[in-house]
């Protein structure tokens, strides 16, 4: 089952994110862009609506199993730490920055001894009502279902287990065994390969690079930096709108009416986080909002507050 949303780790590309558990499940993730349809929805219901997990096999029985989270320095790069009764190691997710198809990346890192490891992808698109049809390609799992398809490169042996893929692997100390999870439409052909380790040394040379702005050296600054970095993860990069929260219509209580989809630029939304970024160095983010705000008001009913505010 799903975990409560605060638990939730976030990894994105500035086009789109993916919300990573606790546990070590991607629960959530809208491809290509923050409003697709999502492949993984187990955030909305259970692992049939579609997750990736990667964990020590035996995380379930918590006999002797720790996990530590934290966020690679000041980046978006996520670290999940494991620590069994025979070892240590860690899984590293991230979306690298997009240079064609958009990915997924999950490195596991052996730090210390032997950590057996299992692996469970279930596929899902529309929410998690489509189940795609999956083969293998060139050595890489490709999921299809429509005009979507998804490829999995790893060397990680998966085996079809009813309507999920699953496989047990085990990680030393000092291995690097990575995953790449790639969309693309199903008309074309396999997307261009992704190099993971370089795709992380890039990722985390962007974030630091983006952060030189920053102008905040108060008490608090690690606190600063990780919700200014969270906010600018929530930016369409492409047309400078900033959506209110990655997720979709989740209530604000079980069973609630208060529930509309929140992969919408609201502008009371974005006004407040503009102020944050604003205040802290950034004023790129500002312009690129003000463009897409100009361009989203424009035409024959522009200016009228109820054409303002039911634009995307």
Request: glycine share 10%; hydrophobic share 40%; with cysteine.
């Amino acid at each position: 089952m799903p975990g409560r949303i605060e638990d939730y780790a976030l990894v994105g590309d500035l086009l789109t994110a993916a919300l990573v558990g606790c546990d070590g499940s991607l629960d959530w993730l809208c491809l290509p862009r923050f409003d697709s349809p999502a492949c993984f929805a187990a955030l909305l219901g259970d692992e049939n609506n579609g997750r990736w997990l990667i964990a020590p096999a035996d995380a379930d029985t918590d006999e002797g199993v720790t996990v530590r989270r934290r966020y690679r320095g000041d980046s978006l790069v996520l670290e999940t730490e494991w620590e069994t009764a025979t070892g240590r190691a860690t899984v590293v997710d991230f979306m690298p920055r997009r240079d064609g198809a958009p990915s997924v990346v999950r490195i596991v890192e052996g730090h210390s001894g032997t950590v057996d490891l299992h692996m469970d992808l279930r596929l899902r698109f529309e929410y998690g009502s489509v189940v795609p049809w999956m083969h293998r390609v060139d050595g890489q799992l490709t999921g299809i279902a429509g005009p979507e398809s998804v490829w999995l490169t790893t060397p990680v042996a998966l085996t079809g287990q009813g309507e999920a893929h699953t496989a047990d692997f085990t990680v030393t100390a000092g291995e690097r065994i990575p995953s790449v999870l790639t969309w693309q439409p199903s008309h074309l052909p396999a997307p261009d390969p992704v190099d993971p380790f370089d795709a992380l040394r890039r990722t985390e040379e962007y974030w630091e690079q983006w952060l030189r702005p920053f102008s905040y050296d108060g008490t608090y600054r690690d606190a600063v930096v990780r919700s200014l970095i969270t906010l600018k993860a929530l930016t369409y990069e492409p047309t400078g709108g900033i959506v209110a929260a990655p997720t979709t219509s989740l209530p604000e209580q079980p069973g609630g009416v208060r529930n509309w989809d929140y992969r919408y630029c609201w502008l009371r939304d974005a006004g407040m986080t503009l102020e944050a970024l604003l205040r802290s160095g950034f004023t790129a983010e500002a312009q690129a909002w003000r463009g897409w705000l100009e361009r989203a008001v424009g035409g024959p009913a522009q200016g009228h507050p109820d054409h303002v505010r039911h634009r995307r």
